[in-house]
């Protein structure tokens, strides 16, 4: 059984940085896509950068020069820098399995205040 589990979330000042991970397990086809989105109260769930198993990301432009997604096989990250309150939110992580389908983690809260 795939599973997805994110680490890394807390409380921080405006200015400050955190770094989440993530890790699949359980799946013996490859991980291609992977990706972190986040929902905040009130609002949808929007993806804030995505990576491909050729390391090309994407952002979402309100975390452009902020915030840097990686990944080292099946494991990936999210470095925040210059964090501000509007980024705070639940942030998940998303894999796509090759032949599976598309695999959610549990969520981890962000939470960006003074």
Same mark, same amino acid.
């Given at each position: 059984q795939v599973q997805v589990v994110e680490s890394g979330g807390g409380l921080v000042q405006p200015g400050g940085s955190l770094r989440l991970s993530c890790g699949v397990s359980g799946s &013996?086809?490859? %991980? /291609?896509?992977? #990706?972190?989105?986040? $929902?905040?109260?009130?609002?949808?769930?929007e993806l804030v950068a995505a990576i491909s198993s050729l390391n090309i990301a994407n952002y979402v432009d309100s975390v452009k020069g902020r915030f840097t997604i990686s990944r080292a096989r099946d494991t990936l990250y999210l470095q925040m820098n210059s964090l501000k309150p509007e980024d705070t939110a639940v942030y998940y992580c998303n894999a796509v399995v090759s032949r599976?389908? /598309?695999?959610?983690? $549990? #969520? @981890? $809260? %962000? @939470? %960006? &205040?003074?």
């Amino acid at each position: 059984q795939v599973q997805v589990v994110e680490s890394g979330g807390g409380l921080v000042q405006p200015g400050g940085s955190l770094r989440l991970s993530c890790g699949v397990s359980g799946s &013996s086809f490859s %991980v /291609d896509a992977m #990706g972190w989105y986040r $929902q905040a109260p009130g609002k949808e769930r929007e993806l804030v950068a995505a990576i491909s198993s050729l390391n090309i990301a994407n952002y979402v432009d309100s975390v452009k020069g902020r915030f840097t997604i990686s990944r080292a096989r099946d494991t990936l990250y999210l470095q925040m820098n210059s964090l501000k309150p509007e980024d705070t939110a639940v942030y998940y992580c998303n894999a796509v399995v090759s032949r599976l389908g /598309d695999y959610w983690g $549990q #969520g @981890t $809260q %962000v @939470t %960006v &205040s003074s």
